[in-house]
Structure formats: structure tokens, C-alpha cells
């Protein structure tokens, strides 16, 4: 099992390599899974087993200045400050999503759904924000939240509170 263990984490590092999107992200957490699934099976200890898949802000940092964008332009769309400002003005607390977990999401959903959000006339702050919410908020069928930040163990697995319309003017 260790041997396979192994490619997993070799398939895992090669994968965020790549450039960031929201569907490179999906794939690490089901690798990120799959391993702690498998480290289970093998009596690791669980904490210990996953510390490689902790995710920093200084590793959020580094994502945000690699990020391609759909728009044609490299690195975050908005400052930590901007979407620090949209996470309080929607309820989300910190100690729920830490405000840099919530900054490289929300540019992420930027960067990835710019086009989508241009062609249907919602290329506006809150819809991304709302987009963000959505991500660090899924439960998978265990109750677990689903998004990325979970899995690297910084969610707190707590209700972010629901998307209303706010004056999002700050960006």
C-alpha cells in the first residue's frame, strides 16, 4: 500500500505544478483523500499523515501571484484588503475561513469563471464572492466541507453565513 501511497503523492505534487483552476483544485482534494483514506486503512497517524497537505498563506500567496486568469492577466484580481472587505460585508468570519484562504478563493473563482460571468452579464464582485462562499461551504455526504481549505486543515467545518446582496462599491 505504501508503494501506491507513494505515486499518489508523486501524481499530487506534479499536479500543483500547474497552473491554479478551480478544477486542478477538486483534483488535489481527491488525492489529498485518497492518501488520508489510505494512511487510515494502514493505522498511520492521521495528523501526522497529512502534514505535507497543510495549505499556509504563504503557500496561498505564492498561488495567487502564478494564477493565469481568464481575462488574459497573471496574478490576484483583487487586493486581501478588497476581499477582506466582502467577506465581512457578507457575515463570514475569519476563524470560519481565514481571510487569506477567502482572498485566493475568491480571485480563483475570478480567474477561472471571468468568461462565464462576462458572457451572462455578472461580471461584478458579489457574484464571484457568492461563487467563493459556495466553495468553502460544500459539505461532501459525511458532512465534512468539501472545499480545499478543509482538506488542508484550516476550516473550522462551521455555517458561513447566506449570500445577500451588499454594496460591494469597495471594489
Request: aromatic share 10%.
Amino acid at each position: 500500500m505504501q508503494e501506491y501511497i507513494e505515486k499518489l503523492h508523486k501524481e499530487l505534487h506534479e499536479i500543483m505544478e500547474r497552473p491554479v483552476t478551480l478544477g486542478r483544485a477538486e483534483e488535489v482534494m481527491v488525492y489529498a483523500d485518497t492518501i488520508c483514506a489510505l494512511h487510515k486503512l494502514g493505522d498511520d497517524h492521521f495528523r501526522e499523515s497529512t502534514k505535507m497537505m497543510e495549505f499556509t498563506e504563504d503557500d496561498a500567496k505564492a498561488w495567487k501571484a502564478r494564477m493565469k486568469n481568464a481575462d488574459g492577466s497573471t496574478g490576484p484580481h483583487w487586493t486581501m484588503e478588497q476581499t477582506t472587505a466582502v467577506a465581512e460585508s457578507m457575515g463570514i468570519q475569519a476563524p470560519v475561513v481565514p481571510r487569506w484562504a477567502w482572498g485566493v478563493t475568491m480571485n480563483m473563482m475570478y480567474s477561472d469563471y471571468y468568461p462565464v460571468a462576462v458572457e451572462f452579464g455578472l461580471n461584478r464582485p458579489e457574484f464571484y464572492a457568492a461563487l467563493a462562499k459556495r466553495f468553502c461551504s460544500i459539505k461532501t455526504a459525511r458532512g465534512r466541507n468539501r472545499s480545499s481549505w478543509r482538506i488542508m486543515s484550516i476550516s473550522q467545518n462551521k455555517e458561513i453565513p447566506p449570500v445577500t446582496r451588499r454594496d460591494f462599491s469597495l471594489l
